[in-house]
Each structure stands twice: as structure tokens, then as C-alpha cells.
């Protein structure tokens, strides 16, 4: 298949860059696939209101079939079609968050692809802020069923480049509107009980939904040690965001991360350290490859550098890979999650 590049502004793409939109927009309506920047991570975006656009998707990604999708819109009114029943909760959490990284699970309306569900009676919905995305809905008129624009399993993709190294040849297009800002995905949001519930941490952080809401509760499955229980959500399920060689989260001092580096050096290991920009300043990495990501005095650079830093891996040698940890405050609870499912779980502690 002949992927199409488009590069567009970002600013205003309708304005300067209207052709590649509509040729973009185009190829929607025809029930293409489509990758498209919006301010978490690149989606893959298709007609959600077409089995066979919806379909495809799984098809590029190689996404296991009981993994639900998002369903993406950019005006409120596109909800009659998707949501049965929208309840107070919701409303507010609409109201302060969308557009934004911030999806909601709803009830969903008879009529909505089953694909896009994967059979279940809900349905995820989020508003992007990201003026590529939204010009895209705009001018094609749909919403757009769109998962992270990565292979199952990779990390997912913050620039064009990431979503060409894995699905060049397997989609339609990729627009490409420069890097992505969050860089981790939305937070997923159960509204249908009586307590909203966090079923994936992301960019809008339990604290600044408590502000609006009042309790939220945490999916069990989300934290440590707890994986008996199953997530309410099918994607948390599965392994994810991994770079090819092993990743290990080392939980300790400096001093313990160099022991345990050196421990591996010894053992003719090529070792790969992935740490803040001060961490890695001050170590010695003589003999290993280092890749920075961002700096602990502003977790949310961490979290718009990880998944770069992540398939960085994937050009360089390293037989195993130590990362450190990071406060679960804040942006930080989903830097864990997903680092946690990059390490398999594997954690070292001094
Ligand atoms: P991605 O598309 O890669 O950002 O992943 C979407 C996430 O939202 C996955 O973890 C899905 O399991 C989750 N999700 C989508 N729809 C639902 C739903 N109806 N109920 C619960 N989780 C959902
Ligand atoms: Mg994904």
C-alpha cells in the first residue's frame, strides 16, 4: 500500500495547508486509515461509524480485537450518535477538561460499531486539542475511531517518524503536524458508576479531576502488586510500550543504579540507561548508552520525551535496558504506568 505524507502548519492547518487536509479528510470519508497528530500522542484515525474503516485499524496495528478503540470528536453535538445518556459527572468533567487529553467512557448508543467497542455496551469519547486533529473531523464531517498510531505493543508514536517506522506501507496517510505536546495518552475515565473511576492515567492527573468532581476512585488493577485483579479496562491488559532489548526500573539511590550497571558491564553486557537529564549528568556512563529524558524539576517534560527516548533503544545495541523511577505525583503516576508495562514489571529495589 502507497502511504501518503502530508506535512501541514499546525497552527492553522485549515488556512495554510487546506489542500493536504482535504486530501487527507478525502481518503477519511473513503474509509481510509489515516495517522494525525493530536496533543497526546500521533492516532490512527478511521470513520467510526464504518465496520470496515473501524476494522482496518485493528488490521494496521495488529490490534488484539477485544481492545475498544476511542472515539474522537470535535464538536459536543457529535455525542447524540455515540452516547446513550449523559450524566452530571460527565458533564462536568466535559466542561472542564474537553478539548483535552481526557476521555470518558459512557454508555453507548444501539447503532455504534461493535468493533469499536469490542462488544462492550460502553463507549470511550474524547475532544483532542490539537488543531490537525480537529481540522480533520472538521472538514470531513466524522468522528474519528483513532488508537496511538503504533504497532500493538510499541511505545506510542510523538512524531510522524515514529508512526512511519511502524505502519509506513500498512496505511493510507500520515499527516504529519510536527511532535505531539503531552506525549503519554489521555486519561481514561469510567463515568458509568456512581464514583468516576480512573481506568488509565494520562495527561489530566486524579487531583485536577478531584477539584471538579469530587472522589474518584482508581481502577485496582492500576496499582502495584495488584495485577490478581482484572482492569476494567481491556487495553491495560497488555504488555506495552516496549523497546526491544529488556527494560528494568531500578528503585534506588545513584550510587545503587551505577553498582547495578556496573554489575552487567562486568558481565559483557551492553547496557542502556534511560534517566533524567540530572541523573545522568551525574553518573558515570562511560561504556554505555544514556539517553536523556527530560529533568525530575518538571515530570512533564519526562513525560513528552519518554516514548522518543524509549524507541531510541531500538537504534542502538544495548543488550538490557535500566531506567530509574519516578514519583507517583501528579504526570507521574502515568510515567510509572507506562514504565511499568515498558520493564514487564520488572523492578529492581535497592
Ligand atoms: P489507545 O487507543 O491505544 O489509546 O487505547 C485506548 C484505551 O482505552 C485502551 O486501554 C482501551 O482498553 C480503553 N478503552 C476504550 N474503550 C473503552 C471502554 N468502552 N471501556 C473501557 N476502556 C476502554
Ligand atoms: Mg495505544
Not at 500520515?174 to 488509565?200: F, M, Y
Not at 526491544?244 to 547495578?260: C, H, M, N, W
Not at 535500566?322 to 514489571?345: C, D, F, T, W
Request: include cysteine; charged fraction near 20%; glycine fraction near 8%.
Amino acid at each position: 500500500m502507497n502511504t501518503k505524507l502530508w506535512t501541514v502548519d499546525k497552527q492553522d492547518p485549515i488556512k495554510y495547508s487546506y489542500p493536504q487536509i482535504k486530501e487527507a479528510s478525502d481518503l477519511l470519508i473513503e474509509g481510509e486509515v489515516v495517522a494525525f497528530p493530536t496533543e497526546t500522542v500521533y492516532g490512527l484515525g478511521a470513520n467510526a461509524l464504518s465496520d470496515q474503516a473501524v476494522l482496518k485499524i485493528f488490521e494496521a496495528k495488529g490490534r488484539p480485537s477485544d481492545n475498544p478503540l476511542i472515539v474522537h470528536i470535535s464538536k459536543k453535538e457529535q455525542l447524540t450518535v455515540l452516547v446513550d445518556n449523559l450524566n452530571e459527572t460527565a458533564r462536568k468533567l466535559m466542561d472542564a477538561f474537553w478539548p483535552g487529553p481526557l476521555t470518558l467512557v459512557l454508555p453507548k448508543k444501539e447503532g455504534v460499531s461493535q468493533y469499536v467497542t469490542a462488544g462492550l455496551d460502553t463507549i470511550a469519547v474524547r475532544m483532542p486539542d490539537h488543531p490537525v486533529a480537529q481540522a480533520l473531523m472538521e472538514i470531513s464531517g466524522l468522528p474519528l475511531a483513532a488508537p496511538s498510531a503504533n504497532l500493538s505493543g510499541k511505545p506510542s508514536p510523538t512524531t510522524a517518524m515514529h508512526v512511519e517506522e511502524d505502519l509506513i506501507h500498512k496505511i493510507s496517510g500520515i499527516v504529519d503536524g510536527g511532535a505531539t505536546g503531552v506525549g503519554l495518552e489521555s486519561t481514561v475515565v469510567d463515568c458509568t458508576a456512581d464514583v468516576p473511576l480512573i481506568l488509565r492515567p494520562g495527561g489530566v492527573t486524579k487531583e485536577q479531576l478531584e477539584e471538579v468532581v469530587g472522589d474518584v476512585e482508581v481502577d485496582p488493577a492500576l496499582i502495584h502488586q495488584e495485577e490478581q485483579h482484572k482492569p476494567k479496562s481491556p487495553g491495560m491488559k497488555y504488555t506495552h510500550y516496549a523497546p526491544v532489548a529488556p527494560v528494568y526500573l531500578i528503585d534506588g539511590s545513584k550510587e545503587f543504579l551505577q553498582r547495578t550497571i556496573s554489575v552487567s558491564l562486568s558481565e559483557g553486557k551492553k547496557v542502556g540507561l534511560l534517566a533524567t537529564e540530572e541523573t545522568i549528568s551525574a553518573m558515570n556512563t562511560t561504556g554505555i548508552t544514556a539517553i536523556a529524558c527530560g529533568t525530575k524539576t518538571d515530570l512533564s517534560t519526562v513525560a513528552t520525551q519518554l516514548y522518543d527516548a524509549l524507541r531510541a533503544f531500538n537504534a542502538t545495541d544495548v543488550d538490557i535496558i535500566y531506567s530509574e523511577v519516578y514519583p507517583e505525583q501528579g504526570v507521574g503516576v502515568a510515567i510509572m504506568n507506562r514504565l511499568e508495562k515498558a520493564a514487564g514489571h520488572r523492578i529492581i529495589k535497592e
